[in-house]
């Protein structure tokens, strides 16, 4: 393969330029223009201000054309002088997205040290060090996760396996390795490479004797894959009932996303094709694409979305709706055939859909930026979908008992649709009957495995429920997952939890309803993969980026001590409240001290409410409510927060109430002041709640869980607190500080430093004066929170007289209601030049 000689020389070259950046960005944005509109550091289009090697390499290495990746060879040949001649052909390279190709990221996410570490695992393989060391450094870095192996491949093909998506599906489909999202370490990345190298030396692995070979093979079985799929109408085609999953996008910025959820529909652009039906094949349907929308690519990612949308989609299919790359928007099952409606303002393609699920979900960068993507095949990714957007309202949990005799959950498929009838083989109808005629689409299914199994198999879905036409109801279900750890009879009933539950109750019968919570503990259970310590059950885990105070650019204005004895006193209190000015970051601080608890940005496991006069117990523990049927116990957010706690553990979890004052405390905690105490924080405190239904039913909450409270100092009539909830409560007073770190971060913002002095001189100066009135003391100082945004195309006078004229002023007339010379006084200093 022509092009390793030329990638290893590139980057031996490159390593010139390892401690002095400048020239080389400099000449990449002077004679690579027209090639680097993706090379920016921010949304808004300005200029990288530092490089690491790997976003230099994938400058080639991106989805561009062929002529294109010539091209820009032949300009770095030159710069760097490369002897290697320019290679003719780039078989076995992995290609970034051509929109995202930079291993480093915006200036918003990027932390100090991120482009350092990049450059130093670049050296080390270069220099053929160990990369260890440097390699496990990324670890939680933003961006990298198996992209750093991708780069490491293109400048190390002969020892390094690149894992992009190709090479993950042939390296699990010959059990060299298993993937789970995550980034992986050295030592497991290089065990991989290990065993890859023994396979190919012996000859296992056909027409492959390198790891360039072994890439580009996995690059053609992959598109021939795709090819065949596309060409039989999807994957597992030879079932009509296979149900496949989609990620669509409403419009541009989901623009359209109002537009689906009001009309029930999901609709696509390319208005000029007309409709798409008139269109025989990908082909013809490419060059009408090409024809009304042209571009520089070969339009092969629109042609496929826009073919699909018309002819591979069916009724029943799953569909996430996105907006950018990191949030999923809602959740439906399609429900028409593809239709043509010109009657629209604009978006003429739509299907039926019924969403089921609408909210916002942030999902770290984790699905595609086609319009329309099929992953089907990508099972864990629609296992963390699916428990993310866990279904509420009136949605019911049920459990079924399958014979094997005649229904086993191996012999069918992942998505595949099963039918339940409420009648024996003898005609009779089951017990409970009255179950069957309640489940509902959109219910959610165990699927247990009788004797001689005994096991929980598989996480169903009800679709449908049906008369037939001798009077008789069915209802069909799609297996959604078959699970991890396959929970056996004899271990479900050691949990109280399960105990409960009407299958253990039940003598007989093969239908039975489920609460939540079980439904909950019991895909817990069956996720865990280590059955060795099956009592303590841990959901899927997404990735997040690791996190630690010292290394953060965006900190709370505390300093580095104060910040720490925060932490410390809500490890050893379980509970605080954080107490301040309106505007002092309260909020921003909690999340701030959650992570640092964690070692990780994990908002997973942070939960938020904001209490006001009306906010009761019934919303925040438990409580009656009215449904279509009558009433029903509800649980409220602090209730499936602590269970979700109780359900992990080994992990952290934290509550934080903002606006904490403002609700009535005792009517919201009711008799959970007592178990909120740091130390009843244990199983044996637990109680049974006032709207408990079974005197079994007891609650606590668990020793993991975190509670930070904030509270505004400044509203004079929030001023009581509750005795009972002082005594449980570590209080911290928040002060505003204007001093350096603010100072550096204004101008950071882009206010000039002079100015930037101005401001916190001013603002120093009037907080002294607040806090020294014993009318309105330090509890009514002015914040940071109305300061942390600037429009640069503002001047700094400008940007500090609107914030003046709309936000300060207005607080401090209002706080000095009756001192008008106060007022005064303040604006005065305020507005001054």
Not at 89 to 113: C, E, H, T, Y
Request: proline share 4%; net charge negative; glycine share 6%.
């Amino acid at each position: 393969m022509k092009w390793i000689p030329f990638f290893k020389e590139f980057s031996k070259k490159l390593l010139r330029y390892r401690n002095n950046r400048k020239p080389l960005i400099d000449w990449i944005y002077e004679n690579l223009q027209g090639y680097v509109g993706h090379l920016k550091d921010a949304p808004d289009g300005r200029r990288v201000p530092d490089i690491d090697p790997f976003t230099v390499l994938a400058i080639i290495n991106r989805g561009i054309t062929h002529e294109k990746r010539i091209f820009i060879c032949s300009k770095f040949k030159s710069f760097l002088n490369i002897s290697a001649p320019v290679p003719g052909d780039f078989d076995g390279i992995p290609v970034m997205n051509s929109q995202l190709s930079n291993f480093m990221a915006f200036v918003d996410k990027r932390k100090d040290g991120d482009i350092e570490r990049l450059w130093r695992v670049f050296e080390d393989a270069v220099l053929e060090h160990d990369i260890k060391e440097s390699y496990d450094a990324l670890n939680g870095q933003y961006l990298i996760k198996y992209t750093i192996t991708i780069g490491l491949f293109w400048i190390r093909p002969d020892k390094y396996i690149a894992l992009d998506s190709h090479n993950r599906a042939k390296l699990s489909a010959l059990g060299l390795a298993s993937f789970n999202g995550r980034f992986v370490p050295y030592e497991e990345y290089d065990a991989i490479n290990k065993r890859l190298e023994a396979e190919i030396k012996a000859g296992h692995i056909e027409n492959c004797s390198n790891f360039a070979e072994f890439s580009h093979s996995s690059y053609i079985e992959n598109e021939n894959s795709n090819n065949n799929e596309s060409e039989q109408g999807g994957e597992n085609n030879n079932s009509k009932t296979q149900i496949a999953y989609w990620t669509y996008s409403p419009g541009v910025n989901a623009s359209k996303w109002q537009l689906c959820i009001d009309k029930g529909i999901m609709c696509i652009g390319w208005d000029d094709l007309g409709a798409l039906t008139n269109y025989s094949s990908r082909e013809e349907m490419q060059k009408a694409i090409k024809k009304y929308y042209p571009t520089e690519g070969s339009a092969k990612n629109d042609t496929l979305a826009v073919w699909q949308f018309a002819n591979e989609m069916k009724p029943g299919d799953i569909v996430y709706a996105k907006k950018g790359r990191n949030k999923i928007i809602g959740r439906g099952v399609v429900e028409s055939e593809y239709m043509y409606d010109d009657t629209l303002d604009e978006f003429y393609h739509i299907r039926k859909v019924k969403w089921l699920n609408v909210g916002e979900w942030k999902t770290d960068d984790m699905h595609a930026m086609k319009t329309l993507t099929n992953v089907t095949r990508y099972h864990d990714y629609i296992k963390y979908l699916e428990d993310l957007l866990q279904p509420e309202g009136d949605m019911d949990f049920w459990w079924l008992n399958a014979n094997p005799k005649y229904w086993k959950v191996d012999t069918f498929d992942v998505g595949e649709i099963q039918e339940y009838t409420a009648y024996n083989d003898k005609g009779n109808k089951r017990q409970l009957f009255k179950y069957f005629k309640a489940v509902k689409p959109g219910d959610m299914l165990i699927c247990y495995e009788t004797s001689p199994t005994k096991k929980v198999k598989a996480i169903c879905e009800i679709t449908e429920r049906l008369h037939k036409d001798d009077g008789s109801e069915i209802f069909n279900f799609v297996i959604r997952k078959k699970v991890d750890y396959q929970v056996p009879w004899s271990e479900l009933i050691k949990h109280e939890i399960f105990k409960g539950s009407e299958p253990y109750r039940a003598a007989t019968g093969s239908l039975y309803h489920l609460t939540k919570d079980e439904y909950d503990f019991i895909v817990n259970l069956s996720s865990e993969n280590n059955t060795n310590d099956s009592s303590q059950p841990s959901g899927p885990e997404a990735e997040f980026n690791s996190y630690s105070f010292e290394n953060d650019p965006e900190k709370p204005f505390i300093n580095k001590d104060d910040f720490y004895e925060l932490v410390k006193q809500l490890q050893f209190n379980k509970n605080i409240i954080l107490q301040g000015a309106p505007g002092v970051g309260k909020s921003f601080l909690a999340r701030k001290i959650a992570y640092e608890m964690m070692l990780e940005e994990n908002d997973a496991h942070i939960a938020m409410v904001q209490f006001h006069q009306s906010y009761s117990y019934e919303d925040f523990i438990q409580g009656i409510r009215p449904t279509k049927d009558g009433f029903r116990v509800k649980n409220g957010l602090f209730y499936e927060f602590c269970k979700k706690a109780i359900l992990h553990p080994k992990e952290k979890f934290f509550f934080i109430i903002d606006e904490i004052n403002r609700g009535n405390i005792s009517k919201v905690f009711g008799e959970l002041m007592l178990l909120i105490e740091a130390d009843k924080r244990d199983e044996k405190y637990a109680i049974s709640l006032t709207y408990s239904e079974e005197k079994d039913d007891l609650f606590y909450v668990p020793e993991n869980l975190f509670i930070i409270g904030c509270m505004n100092t400044a509203d004079r009539s929030l001023a009581h607190i509750d005795y009972a909830l002082r005594r449980r409560f570590s209080f911290i007073k928040l002060r505003p500080e204007f001093g350096q770190t603010f100072n550096d971060f204004l101008v950071q913002m882009g206010i000039p430093v002079t100015f930037a002095n101005k401001v916190c001189e001013k603002l120093e100066k009037v907080n002294a004066i607040i806090e020294a009135d014993p009318l309105l003391t330090e509890g009514k100082m002015i914040g940071h929170s109305y300061f942390c945004a600037y429009n640069p195309d503002q001047s700094p006078e400008e940007w500090w007289k609107d914030i003046m004229k709309y936000k300060v002023l207005p607080y401090i007339e209002e706080i000095c209601f009756d001192e008008e010379e106060q007022y005064l006084k303040i604006k005065d200093i305020l507005m001054s030049k």
